[in-house]
C-alpha cells in the first residue's frame, strides 16, 4: 500500500484509523457540550417579528412620522371586545365599566390610555356600543415602542383585569354560547396569538418529525439501530446550529422569529436524513464487497462525501441569496438555515461515518450486509433498481418527453393560483383573536379593528378629509390632529371592507392619490401623503415580496449553475439540470394550488409560498440531482454513456426514493399544523420533493443526458472518460 502522500490522503488516513474516530465522535460531543452549556439556545433569543417591514418602506416611514408628530395618537392597539348575544345587559354593563375602571387605575404594561368610559353617563357609554347592542370594542393603545414579551405581559395584564371582574369563563368562551363574553384581538392580540401559535407548533413540529423519521427509516431499512444513526446526526447538528443562532442573536443582533425556527427543524430532519443516507447506501453496497468495515468506508467514502459537501453547499448558497430579499420574513432565513445546512453537511461528512465504523456491520441489525467475495452481484442494485436504469435508457425520447409534459402541464396551471397577503386568513378560525374580529366584522364596520392612518404634509387636510369620506371604499373619514409646526394633518379612515382584504391593500395607493389631490393648494408645493397602518403594512409587504422575488430568483439560478459547472465541468449539463428543476417546480406550485383551493377549499395562497417553495426546491431539488449526475460521471470514466446512465440511475434508485419520502414527509408534517402559511408550504415542498424524487431525478434528467450524448459533458465532464459514447 502506498504511503499517504497528500494532507488530504493523511487526513482521510488519521480518520479511519480507531484513533481518528473516537477523535472525531470526542470533536463533535465536545463542541455541542460546550456550545450548549456556553450559549443561550435560539429559542430563547427569537424575535418574534416577522411582519416588520423595512424602515424605508412607506407603511414605515408613515408610522415613524405619526410617533414623532402626533405622539398621543402612535401605538399598537389592542381590542377589548365584549359580547353578549341576547345584547349587553345592565349586568354586563357593570362588569365592562368595573374592568376598564381596573385597567385605567392598574396599567398594564406598555399601556398608552384607556377611553374613561367608567366616569361617563351610562347613556353615553352606550353609544360605543354595536346598533344591535350586542357588541362593545373598548380600545387599548399600548406603546409603539413596546416588545412582544411587553405587549405579551400586556394582553395577559387586560385577561387578568377581565377575570377580576367577570371571571375566567368570558374568556374566549365559544360564540354560540349564552351569556358574556370577551376577546382581545387587534394587532396587539393577534401578535400574542399568533407567537402562542408558533411556540406550540414548534414541539409539536420536533415531536411529529422525530417519529415520522423514525418509522420511515425502520421500516425502509428494517434496521432500529440504524434508524438512530441520522437522528443522532441531527440532534447533533441541532444542538451547534441553535447554540450558534442564539449567541448571533444575544451578541450581534441577529434576527430570526418562531415560524425560522420551526422551518429550520423540518430542514435539518430532511436534508440531514438525506445526506446520511447517501454515505450509508455507498457504505453497505461496498460492506458486500470488503471484508473489512474499514474498507467499506474508505471506498464509499469519497464519492458519497463529495456529493454530500456539494450538496450542502448548493443548499446554503441558495438559501444566502435570501439576503438580497427586502422582506425580513424572507432575509432572516439566510443565515440561520444556510448555517444550519453547513453544520448538518459538515456532521453528516464526518460523524456519521465515525459512527458507521464504531459500530461496523451491527450499526444493520438485524439485516446485516455480509462479505460475499463469490458473488459477483454483491454490493449491486435491486431488480427494479435495475429495470429502472434500463427502461430510461432504452427509450430516452419518449421518457423525456413525457416526463417534461407531463410537469409542464401542471407548471401551467401555477400562474392562476391566487396569492393572499391577508395575515388573519393565516390563523385557525378558533384562535381567541380571530373570533375577536369576527365579532367586530360583524357588529361594526369591518376597517374599526384597523383603521388607516395618513399623514397629510402641507395642503388642506378638510379637503382632503372631504374627499375621502366620498370614496367608495371608506366608511368614514376624521381629521384626528393637526401639528402646524411641521404643517402636518392626521386623518384616520375607516374602511368598509376587511383591513385585512386584498382589496383594502388595493385601496391605499387610492386614498394617498386622493388626499393628496385634494389637499392641494394651487401654487404652493405638491402634498405629501403617507399611509399607516396594518392595511397599508400589508400593501408594502406585497410590494416587497413582488420585488423580493423578481431579484431572488436570478441570484439563485445563478449561484446554482456556478456550483453545478465548478463540481460537473459542464454548462450542458448545469443548464439542463437547473432547467429540470425550475420546470419541476412549476408543477409542484401548480399541483399544490389545486390542493388548497381544491381540497382544503382556500380561496388563495399565501403570499410569501410561492418564494419560500423555490428557494427551498430549487436547492433540494439540486440535492438528488447531483447525486446520481456524480455517479454517472463516476461510471463514464470507464463506460459508454449509455451504460454509465443506466448505472447510475439503478445506483441511486434505492438510496434517492428513500431519502425523497422521508424529506417529502418531513415538510409534510407542516400541513398537519393550523397555520395556514406552514401547512401551504409543506404541502408545495413535499410534493415538488415526490416530483423530484419519482418523475425528475430518475426519468427526465437521465433521459436528457442520453439524448445528449457526449454533449451532456460540454465542455469537459467532471472525471475523464476513457471511453466514449458507443
Known amino acids: 500500500m502506498l504511503a499517504p502522500t497528500s494532507l488530504a490522503q493523511r487526513f482521510l488516513a488519521f480518520f479511519f484509523s480507531k484513533l481518528g474516530r473516537a477523535s472525531v465522535l470526542g470533536f463533535w460531543l465536545l463542541v455541542a457540550g460546550l456550545l ?110 413596546a416588545t412582544q414579551d411587553q405587549i405579551a405581559a400586556a394582553v395577559r395584564g387586560i385577561e387578568q383585569a377581565v377575570q377580576r371582574a367577570a371571571g375566567a369563563q368570558v374568556l374566549n368562551a365559544s360564540e354560540a354560547a349564552r351569556g358574556l363574553h370577551a376577546y382581545i384581538t387587534g394587532p396587539a392580540g393577534i401578535s400574542v396569538d399568533a407567537t402562542k401559535l408558533f411556540k406550540h407548533a414548534d414541539f409539536a413540529l420536533l415531536g411529529a418529525t422525530t417519529v415520522l423519521v423514525l418509522g420511515l427509516m425502520i421500516v425502509l431499512y428494517r434496521s432500529p439501530v440504524l434508524a438512530l444513526i441520522p437522528l443522532a446526526g441531527v440532534g447533533v447538528a441541532y444542538a451547534v446550529t441553535s447554540a450558534l443562532l442564539g449567541e448571533a442573536a444575544r451578541a450581534y443582533g441577529l434576527a430570526f422569529d418562531a415560524q425560522t425556527l420551526s422551518i429550520l427543524t423540518v430542514l435539518l430532519f430532511g436534508a440531514g436524513t438525506d445526506y446520511c443516507l447517501f454515505l450509508i447506501a455507498r457504505y453497505r453496497a461496498e460492506l458486500r464487497r470488503h471484508e473489512q468495515p474499514v474498507d467499506a468506508m474508505r471506498a464509499a467514502y469519497p464519492g458519497a462525501t463529495g456529493a454530500i459537501l456539494m450538496s450542502g453547499a448548493t443548499v446554503a448558497l441558495s438559501l444566502l441569496a435570501l439576503l438580497a430579499a427586502r422582506y425580513p420574513s ?104 380571530r373570533e ?69 391593500v388595493n385601496a391605499i395607493p387610492a386614498l394617498e392619490r386622493e388626499a393628496a389631490n385634494a389637499a392641494h393648494i394651487a401654487g404652493q408645493a405638491p402634498v405629501r401623503v403617507l399611509a399607516a397602518g396594518e392595511t397599508a403594512s400589508e400593501a408594502d409587504t406585497q410590494a416587497i415580496t413582488a420585488r423580493d422575488t423578481r431579484v431572488v430568483i436570478p441570484i439563485v439560478l445563478a449561484a446554482i449553475g456556478l456550483l453545478l459547472f465548478a463540481y460537473l465541468r459542464s454548462i450542458v449539463a448545469a443548464c439542463y439540470l437547473l432547467a429540470t428543476i425550475v420546470l419541476s417546480y412549476g408543477a409542484a406550485l401548480g399541483i399544490g394550488w389545486l390542493v388548497i383551493r381544491g381540497l382544503l377549499g382556500e380561496p388563495a395562497m399565501q403570499g410569501a409560498i ?107 465532464g467532471r472525471w475523464r472518460r476513457a471511453t466514449r459514447n458507443g
Request: hydrophobic share 50%; proline share 8%; no cysteine.
Open 36 to 145: 450548549v452549556s456556553a450559549f443561550p439556545a435560539a429559542s430563547h433569543e427569537e424575535k418574534n417579528q416577522a411582519q416588520a417591514l423595512p424602515a424605508s418602506a412607506n407603511s414605515a416611514v408613515a408610522s415613524a412620522k405619526v410617533q414623532a408628530w402626533f405622539p398621543d395618537r402612535a401605538g399598537v392597539p389592542a381590542f377589548l371586545v365584549w359580547y353578549d348575544p341576547s345584547g349587553l345587559t345592565a349586568r354586563d354593563w357593570q362588569v365592562i365599566l368595573s374592568t376598564v375602571r381596573d385597567l385605567r387605575t392598574h396599567p398594564v404594561t406598555a399601556e398608552k390610555s384607556v377611553p374613561p368610559l367608567d366616569l361617563l353617563p351610562l347613556s353615553s357609554d352606550r353609544a360605543f356600543a354595536s346598533p344591535d347592542g350586542q357588541a362593545l370594542a373598548v380600545p387599548i393603545l399600548l406603546a409603539r415602542s
Open 330 to 433: 424572507f432575509h432572516e432565513f439566510a443565515i440561520p438555515f444556510a448555517l444550519g445546512v453547513i453544520v448538518m453537511a459538515l456532521v453528516a461528512a464526518s460523524l456519521i461515518p465515525a459512527l458507521l465504523l464504531v459500530l461496523g456491520r451491527a450499526a444493520f441489525w438485524p439485516v446485516i450486509p455480509r462479505f460475499a467475495p463469490d458473488d459477483a452481484r454483491a454490493g449491486e442494485p435491486g431488480r427494479i433498481s435495475r429495470w429502472l436504469g434500463r427502461s430510461v435508457v432504452r427509450r430516452p425520447l419518449a421518457v423525456a418527453l413525457s416526463g417534461a409534459v407531463a410537469l409542464a402541464t401542471f407548471a401551467l396551471v401555477a400562474p392562476h393560483a391566487r396569492t393572499t397577503y391577508d395575515l388573519l386568513s393565516s390563523f385557525p378560525a378558533d384562535m381567541p383573536s
Open 436 to 504: 375577536g374580529y369576527q365579532v367586530l366584522t360583524r357588529h361594526f364596520s369591518p376597517g374599526a379593528i384597523a383603521p388607516v392612518d395618513l399623514v397629510i404634509q402641507g395642503g388642506d387636510a378638510e379637503k382632503a378629509r372631504a374627499a375621502l369620506a366620498r370614496m367608495a371604499d371608506v366608511k368614514q373619514a376624521t381629521e384626528l390632529e393637526e401639528n402646524r409646526a411641521v404643517d402636518a394633518s392626521l386623518v384616520q379612515v375607516l374602511l368598509n371592507v376587511d383591513p385585512y382584504s386584498q382589496a383594502a
Open 610 to 716: 410561492p418564494l419560500y417553495a423555490f428557494v427551498f426546491l430549487v436547492a433540494l431539488g439540486e440535492d438528488y440531482n447531483i447525486f446520481v449526475m456524480s455517479r454517472i460521471w463516476e461510471r463514464w470514466r470507464h463506460e459508454p454513456l449509455t451504460s454509465a446512465t443506466a448505472g447510475g440511475v439503478a445506483d441511486t434508485a434505492s438510496v434517492i426514493t428513500s431519502a425523497g419520502l422521508i424529506l417529502a414527509g418531513t415538510f409534510a408534517v407542516l400541513a398537519s399544523l393550523p397555520i395556514q402559511v406552514l401547512l401551504q408550504f409543506g404541502i408545495v415542498t413535499a410534493i415538488g420533493v415526490l416530483l423530484d424524487t419519482f418523475v425528475v431525478r430518475p426519468w427526465v434528467v437521465p433521459a436528457i443526458t442520453v439524448l445528449l450524448g457526449d454533449a451532456a459533458g460540454w465542455p469537459g
